[in-house]
């Protein structure tokens, strides 16, 4: 079956960098784009930035300039380089994959942003 498994979460001071890294098994991985969504407490899910699988990418205009989504086709793994990061980018971050209509989620990863 579809599994996603994000990694790379932490406390981090505003300013600092952190890379995410989400692990994709059960697809054809290079079929696909990947998507990188956040929540933050007692706010809706909202996208961070996909990159499709001829590698283009999109991303949220809170986010552009300051993050930077890629991928390794090879490893079956999405990244998302955080770096300038706010406190308000403090939220747990999911990994999600379409397939034929149906959105698949990892369990996420918590960034703390906070001195």
């Known amino acids: 079956q579809v599994q996603l498994v994000e990694s790379g979460g932490a406390l981090v001071q505003p300013g600092g960098s952190l890379r995410l890294s989400c692990a994709a098994s059960?697809?054809?991985?290079?079929?696909?784009?990947m998507t990188w969504y956040r929540q933050a407490p007692g706010k809706q899910r909202e996208l961070v930035a996909t990159?499709?699988?001829?590698?283009?990418?999109n991303y949220a205009d809170s986010v552009k300039g300051r993050f930077t989504i890629s991928r390794d086709n090879a490893k079956n793994t999405v990244y998302l380089q955080m770096s300038s990061l706010k406190p308000e980018d403090t939220a747990v971050y999911y990994c999600?994959?379409?397939?034929?209509?149906?959105?698949?989620w990892g369990q996420g990863t918590q960034v703390t942003v906070s001195s």
């Open positions: 999600n994959v379409r397939i034929e209509q149906r959105n698949y």
């Open positions: 059960g697809i054809i991985f290079r079929l696909y784009a």
């Open positions: 990159i499709t699988r001829g590698g283009n990418t």
